[in-house]
């Protein structure tokens, strides 16, 4: 786990939950980007991906293990005492969704950056191919997800970086493919049953790594309540990594700057993005 302040006056905490496959070092442009804004900033690595751990990658026990952790970095943000967010991409989204319809979790706020409430039907059948056949192989075994480069972002730099990755997976275990979509079907059944947070859900148009319309479902369940969306059209997955990388933190920095003046810190005007 890993903090980074704000070298101006704080006025929130952000907890980020990263996405599945990947790890904290390709977080760096948003992580500068909420603390030129006034957050600090709370991040690990989730068990089973990064520098987490050296002999089960791709692999773990039980989707708890994902809530455990995200507890811990929660009770070390709420040390500063100050507004606290939590921020969730992909599978990060279906983590931090899951655990608060069980625990009631004291946020001024939850974004959702291409939740991963289901994966798209073009890699599902494969999927699901690949693990009804999987009889009594050990639990740890692996297989390729399939994720291409170009499916995550269509930026030809962050593409660059990612495919010359070292700690980016290829590889999960059937295992984690179960768990991870047991745990998706148990989400969307009880979305009625996490509290009424203010919300901002953003995903691209053009994902097919998650199945969007799980995602618009989950947003009309939630409609009535504080609830800012937006979908990004052409975008694909890691709409934070696109080209248009500079506008989807505009909006998410103005939803947290909105929550933190309601609840009544002063918000001096700041610019979002440093030129």
């Not at 089973?48 to 751990?53: A, L």
């Not at 001024?108 to 690949?130: D, I, W, Y």
């Not at 390729?144 to 030809?156: A, V």
């Given at each position: 786990?890993?903090?980074?302040?704000?070298?101006?006056?704080?006025?929130?905490?952000?907890?980020?939950?990263?996405?599945?496959?990947?790890?904290?070092?390709?977080?760096?442009?948003?992580?500068?980007?909420?603390?030129?804004?006034?957050?600090?900033?709370?991040?690990?690595?989730?068990?089973?991906?990064?520098?987490?751990?050296?002999?089960?990658?791709?692999?773990?026990?039980?989707?708890?293990?994902?809530?455990?952790?995200?507890?811990?970095?929660?009770?070390?943000?709420?040390?500063?005492?100050?507004?606290?967010?939590?921020?969730?991409?992909?599978?990060g989204g279906l983590i931090a969704v899951n655990l608060l319809e069980k625990v009631d979790l004291s946020i001024e706020g939850l974004v959702l950056l291409s939740p991963l409430f289901a994966f798209h039907a073009s890699t599902q059948a494969r999927k699901h191919a690949l693990t009804s056949h999987v009889?009594?192989?050990?639990?740890?075994?692996?297989?390729?997800?399939?994720?291409?480069?170009?499916?995550?972002?269509?930026?030809?730099?962050?593409?660059?970086?990612?495919?010359?990755?070292?700690?980016?997976?290829?590889?999960?275990?059937?295992?984690?493919?179960?768990?991870?979509?047991?745990?998706?079907?148990?989400?969307?059944?009880?979305?009625?049953?996490?509290?009424?947070?203010?919300?901002?859900?953003?995903?691209?148009?053009?994902?097919?790594?998650?199945?969007?319309?799980?995602?618009?479902?989950?947003?009309?369940?939630?409609?009535?309540?504080?609830?800012?969306?937006?979908?990004?059209?052409?975008?694909?997955?890691?709409?934070?990594?696109?080209?248009?990388?500079?506008?989807?933190?505009?909006?998410?920095?103005?939803?947290?700057?909105?929550?933190?003046?309601?609840?009544?810190?002063?918000?001096?005007?700041?610019?979002?993005?440093?030129?």
């Amino acid at each position: 786990m890993w903090k980074w302040e704000t070298e101006t006056e704080a006025k929130g905490v952000i907890v980020i939950i990263h996405n599945m496959l990947e790890h904290t070092g390709r977080y760096a442009y948003v992580i500068t980007h909420l603390r030129r804004n006034g957050y600090h900033v709370i991040m690990g690595d989730l068990p089973g991906q990064g520098q987490s751990s050296r002999t089960k990658k791709g692999h773990f026990e039980s989707f708890d293990v994902y809530q455990e952790r995200v507890l811990e970095w929660m009770q070390i943000a709420e040390e500063y005492h100050l507004p606290t967010f939590i921020i969730g991409v992909g599978l990060g989204g279906l983590i931090a969704v899951n655990l608060l319809e069980k625990v009631d979790l004291s946020i001024e706020g939850l974004v959702l950056l291409s939740p991963l409430f289901a994966f798209h039907a073009s890699t599902q059948a494969r999927k699901h191919a690949l693990t009804s056949h999987v009889g009594d192989v050990s639990k740890s075994a692996k297989f390729e997800l399939g994720i291409d480069i170009e499916k995550l972002t269509s930026y030809p730099e962050v593409q660059e970086e990612t495919m010359n990755d070292a700690l980016m997976l290829k590889k999960v275990s059937y295992h984690w493919y179960k768990q991870v979509a047991q745990s998706m079907k148990k989400t969307m059944e009880h979305i009625d049953k996490m509290k009424t947070y203010p919300m901002c859900v953003m995903y691209g148009t053009e994902d097919t790594v998650s199945d969007v319309q799980m995602t618009q479902q989950f947003i009309h369940r939630r409609m009535g309540q504080e609830l800012y969306y937006k979908s990004w059209t052409g975008l694909v997955h890691e709409i934070h990594n696109e080209p248009e990388r500079e506008a989807v933190m505009r909006y998410v920095l103005s939803f947290l700057n909105n929550r933190i003046y309601t609840a009544g810190f002063v918000v001096e005007d700041q610019e979002t993005i440093d030129k």
